[in-house]
């Protein structure tokens, strides 16, 4: 019999932690996520995906109640099944990346650029490359992108490995904004301070949730800041070393249901003792 988890919260990366790469979620751990959520806990997904490409997830996990916090921290959403969209947005956090984003864009002339509309897509300079962006796609100038504050940038430069992205991202020096490189050579920009940390914070917050309640399970590196804010965090074990080190503990891989292991404990044995 599962102790009651009511006051816990349980933070929770989507890709590389609830799916896998091509998108396949187990029944064991949506079984896992949902047992968890019957038992008291609020399970907030926290992911670099878009609103619009949060959704869907949300919806095969059965969370129709709680909060979601998409886009890197930059969107914080509160489910609810009575709103038209079955969600209303209670925080917002907009920039101007355009100087940022300008310089980029002079070491990357060929790499591609995007900026998030809330709800519907993306405004790019041009296609990126099939399945890595959802929603409604325009292509628009680089200089219309940042016609007004947005929320989020994506640079992709499909003729770079990640480590060589990486290694022209740290020699451009990137001030004034958040960012985090992903598996590929992807780039993330938010607001400055804005991560999943600063948002799964206002969250525990507006349910007043103790600090030493709160666990997270990711596999990123832009779950690093997430890992670290948790009073537990747990790396999934298809996480980059980076990421592990930044964990209390590591679970099994994605393919081996690692996110259900570490829930299925916490059902099992409540919450560790801080």
């Known amino acids: ?10 933070a929770l990366d989507i890709d590389g932690t609830v799916v896998d790469l ?34 869907p997830v949300l919806q095969r996990l059965g969370l129709h109640h709680g909060f979601a916090v998409c886009s ?44 998030e509309v809330l709800g ?7 296609p990126f490359p099939d399945g890595e962006l959802t929603g409604e796609l325009e292509v628009v100038p680089f200089e219309e992108l940042f016609a007004e504050p947005v929320m989020r940038v ?36 938010a ?7 600063s948002a799964l914070e206002e969250v525990r917050v507006r349910l007043d949730v103790a600090r030493r309640a709160t666990l997270a399970v990711g596999d990123g590196r832009n779950d690093v800041e997430m890992l670290r804010w948790a009073a537990r965090g747990v790396a999934m074990g298809n996480a980059p070393a980076e990421v592990r080190e930044a964990a209390d503990a590591v ?18 044995s409540g919450f560790p003792a801080a």
């Open 1 to 10: 019999m599962s102790r009651g988890l009511d006051g816990v919260m349980v």
């Open 22 to 55: 091509d998108e396949k979620m187990s029944d064991r751990v949506r079984e896992a996520v949902q047992g968890v959520a019957a038992g008291g806990a609020h399970v907030v997904v926290a992911t670099g995906r878009s609103l619009h490409g949060t959704v």
């Open 72 to 115: 890197n921290g930059a969107v914080t959403v509160e489910l609810d099944p009575a709103e038209p969209a079955g969600y209303r947005v209670v925080s917002l956090h907009t920039f101007d990346p355009s100087a940022v984003a300008g310089e980029l864009y002079e070491h990357l002339p060929t790499g591609l650029f995007a900026v």
């Open 120 to 126: 519907r897509g993306f405004k790019v300079t041009a």
């Open 154 to 189: 994506v640079v992709r430069s499909p003729e770079h490995s990640s480590a060589e992205f990486s290694r022209l991202v740290e020699r451009v020096g990137l001030h004034g904004v958040a960012y985090s490189v992903g598996w590929t050579a992807w780039l993330d920009l």
């Open 191 to 197: 607001p400055d301070g804005v991560t999943k940390a």
């Open 251 to 268: 679970t099994a891989h994605v393919d081996e249901d690692g996110l259900a292991l570490v829930l299925e404990d916490l059902l099992a």
